[in-house]
């Protein structure tokens, strides 16, 4: 019998979630895993109090990603993977704080040996956003703002734009800052109203490209014509977050040909189109953290029957830091 937490209504975090009860058993096509750590994230806070595009009703299980253990291959074939081994992934739709899902293999890659399954669960949806984001930007060098360039997927960011040998530049609060510094980031306080002024004159007109969750237009300012903006969010504190999203969306694949630029990083569209090239990124991604090139950060892990503890914890997590939920 598997355990769920399911979102029965929207509102504050944990008031609407109970633990639901339901089996799963593997179908054609999917594998039966035990899933031991999820993480939980700004995403899952969202979609709690209904503010998250991609669940509009409630009825759902939140999270995306995962660390978990085989334990049924079904009928699926798959040199690569065995019963018994222990995997991570991103789903396209949520559903992983739960103790077993029912998932295609080939959303799943093998976790290495060296990485613990807490750090490895800590990884999956926030760096494979920073890597498609990163890749959506078309060209390699030159200069790169990464706006919260110390948050969840900003860190990660910078950590990948530094090694491609961009000039990395950030925002940041007072309280991020620090890490984003030390990642190798060039940070300016988005408290600052002048922020931009001061990038626009550091880079001497703009910077070529920006990876953005905030979806202001006003950043258009501080990039170069020739530039690309990539949006991975439309952050919005109005109670109309979804239509603020869904605009966002829109604007932004109007002005695919503008300048500069604008493309749009959905990592949920991406593990469900285009799978081959997520696994192959999360692989390389898990492969630099067990050799030592990348840094996750530290988990915080939280027992499942500590959900509402754990929520509250990724409402407020501390900077290098990830809420990662430890199933029973």
Not at 211 to 222: E, K, M, Q, V
């Amino acid at each position: 019998m598997t355990q769920a937490m399911r979102v029965e209504r929207f509102g504050e975090p944990s008031a609407g979630v109970h633990t639901h009860s339901q089996t799963v058993r593997p179908t054609h096509g999917r594998a039966l895993v035990r899933i031991t750590h999820a993480s939980v994230g700004s995403t899952d806070i969202a979609a709690i109090r209904g503010d998250y595009l991609l669940q509009p009703f409630p009825g759902f299980t939140p999270g995306y990603d995962f660390v978990g253990v085989i334990e049924s291959l079904g009928s699926s074939q798959h040199s690569n993977l065995q019963v018994g081994q222990r995997v991570a992934g991103v789903l396209p739709r949520m559903g992983t704080h739960a103790t077993h899902i029912a998932v295609a293999p080939s959303l799943v890659v093998p976790v290495p040996d060296e990485l613990d399954s807490a750090v490895a669960a800590a990884t999956p949806l926030d760096a494979v956003t920073a890597r498609f984001a990163i890749s959506a930007l078309g060209f390699e060098g030159g200069s790169l703002l990464i706006q919260g360039a110390g948050g969840a997927v900003g860190s990660w960011a910078v950590q990948f734009a530094t090694a491609l040998g961009y000039c990395v530049f950030g925002t940041a609060s007072q309280r991020t800052r620090g890490l984003a510094e030390r990642l190798g980031a060039t940070v300016f306080d988005y408290h600052d109203p002048d922020w931009m002024d001061r990038l626009v004159a550091a880079t001497h007109g703009g910077v070529t490209g920006a990876i953005d969750h905030t979806g202001s237009r006003s950043l258009r300012h501080a990039v170069a014509p020739h530039g690309r903006i990539v949006r991975i969010a439309f952050d919005d504190t109005s109670r109309y977050q979804r239509l603020s999203t869904a605009t966002g969306f829109l604007t932004a694949g109007l002005r695919r040909c503008s300048r500069p630029s604008e493309r749009v990083c959905s990592v949920p569209l991406i593990v469900a189109t285009r799978r081959a090239a997520y696994r192959s990124a999360l692989a390389s991604i898990f492969k630099g953290l067990a050799i030592g090139s990348l840094a996750a950060p530290r988990a915080v892990e939280y027992p499942f029957d500590d959900y509402a503890d754990a929520l509250e914890h990724a409402s407020h997590v501390d900077p290098g830091t990830k809420t990662i939920l430890v199933m029973p």
